[in-house]
């Protein structure tokens, strides 16, 4: 059974700093893409950073590039997105996603709030 955990989001003020997880079992971690997406209330969720399998490729979305940075673990299937210099419009809960080919897995998501 192939299970994604995020962690770490919480309540930070602006300017401060998150660092997400999401601990991956069930599958071959280092053959996926894994993906960091958002949902804000009442928006679509969107794409926020991708890492290839052995991470030598990553993308970001414009709103958070040179603010976030995604990286992985593969020996601890683990993948990471810091989140620094967060703004309020940086609010929403993150999901992490592994990609590869047709299959698409998602964790549960953790809420990041950032205060004004």
């Known amino acids: 059974q192939v299970q994604l955990v995020e962690s770490g989001g919480g309540l930070v003020q602006a300017g401060g700093s998150l660092r997400l997880s999401c601990a991956v079992s069930?599958?071959?971690?280092?053959?996926?893409?894994m993906n960091w997406f958002r949902q804000a209330p009442g928006k679509e969720r969107e794409f926020v950073a991708s890492i290839s399998g052995p991470g030598d490729n990553r993308n970001y979305a414009d709103s958070v590039k040179g603010r976030f940075t995604i990286s992985r673990d593969n020996a601890k299937n683990t993948v990471y997105l810091q989140m620094d210099s967060l703004k309020p419009e940086d609010t929403a809960v993150y999901y992490c996603?592994?990609?590869?080919?047709?299959?698409?897995?998602w964790g549960q998501g953790t809420q990041v709030t950032v205060s004004s």
């Open positions: 069930g599958l071959t971690f280092s053959n996926y893409f």
């Open positions: 996603a592994a990609r590869l080919l047709v299959r698409n897995y």
